[in-house]
């Protein structure tokens, strides 16, 4: 019986685990909490990067060094379907690209909330909304070596 296994690849559980667990987007990396979000409209900086508008707030380390939150106006998209699948493609593009970032806080024992409007008029694809979620990590990071510096 042990011959009939022997061609599949040996797997170590604990490292696939290690990998998963880099990208996944919990609970506890979500922005839920109504205190925090109304504390990030009122005293967060923001920048604009189309489709985003950009909101962050650092903070001192507390629990989750990175927490995120999505919205998307329903003015410009009355069905909740589109509006839906626009935050499903946001969230996945953050979920795949947050680690720089997410490391970079650690290392500067930083906490930032973030929290991402997206401002266009009509559904794009994910190739583009990918790319611009690079660029708005990477001037997060540059505000984050400004914060540091302080």
């Known amino acids: 019986m042990p011959e009939l296994f022997s061609c599949l690849p040996i797997l170590d559980l604990n ?16 922005l839920k909490s109504r205190k925090s979000i109304e504390q990030l409209f009122s005293e967060g900086k923001k920048f604009m990067l189309s489709p985003f508008r950009v909101l962050y707030l650092f903070d001192q380390m507390k ?10 106006s329903t003015r410009n998209f009355r069905k909740a379907v589109d509006r839906n699948r626009i935050k499903r493609i946001i969230r996945e593009a953050y979920r795949l690209q947050k680690l720089p970032l997410q490391e970079k806080l650690k290392e500067k024992n930083l906490r930032l909330n973030l ?4 401002t266009a008029k009509e559904l ?6 990918y790319d611009r979620m690079d660029l708005v990590l990477q001037k997060l990071m540059s505000e984050i070596e400004k914060q540091s510096e302080k």
């Open 15 to 30: 490292k696939t685990k290690s990998v998963g667990k880099q990208f996944t987007l919990g609970r506890n990396e979500r």
């Open 63 to 72: 629990n989750s060094p990175l927490q995120f939150g999505v919205g998307v």
């Open 115 to 118: 929290f991402f409007i997206y």
């Open 124 to 129: 794009t694809d994910y190739k583009f909304i």
